[in-house]
């Protein structure tokens, strides 16, 4: 299993990025994904999640209206659109998948993609 995430770069304040993460080594239709981030001395915060196919998002109340979450089966990639970004959203970006099973909770990780916003 391998997610790797891209697209993080420094932005302005009110600025957009796309960000996206290519699966490989599974079944990528089969499994619910998400998208958590980390900033610079905090801990983890969980921003979005997206069901196997694609149809039912739920976002962290902090992006909700400014992220949208995307899939693209065919490609196995994940996406993140980010709008309106705010220097509060910078932090390193993870792709996660969660496991099939409950208690597995997110079984792999990408090393993430670093988006820095500037006031």
């Known amino acids: 299993v391998q997610l790797v995430e891209s697209g993080g770069d420094l932005v302005q304040s009110g600025g957009s990025l796309r960000l996206s993460c290519t699966a490989s080594g599974f079944s990528f239709s089969d499994y619910y994904m998400n998208w958590v981030r980390q900033a610079p001395g905090k801990g983890l915060e969980w921003v979005s999640g997206?069901?196997?196919?694609?149809?039912?998002?739920g976002y962290a109340d902090s992006v909700e209206g400014r992220f949208t979450m995307s899939r693209d089966t065919a490609s196995m990639t994940l996406y993140l659109q980010l709008n309106n970004l705010q220097p509060e959203d910078s932090a390193r970006y993870y792709c996660?998948?969660?496991?099939?099973?409950?208690?597995?909770?997110?079984?792999?990780w990408g090393k993430g993609t670093v988006v820095t916003v500037s006031s």
């Open positions: 996660t998948r969660e496991g099939r099973y409950n208690g597995d909770g997110m079984d792999y």
């Open positions: 997206i069901n196997r196919a694609g149809g039912s998002r």
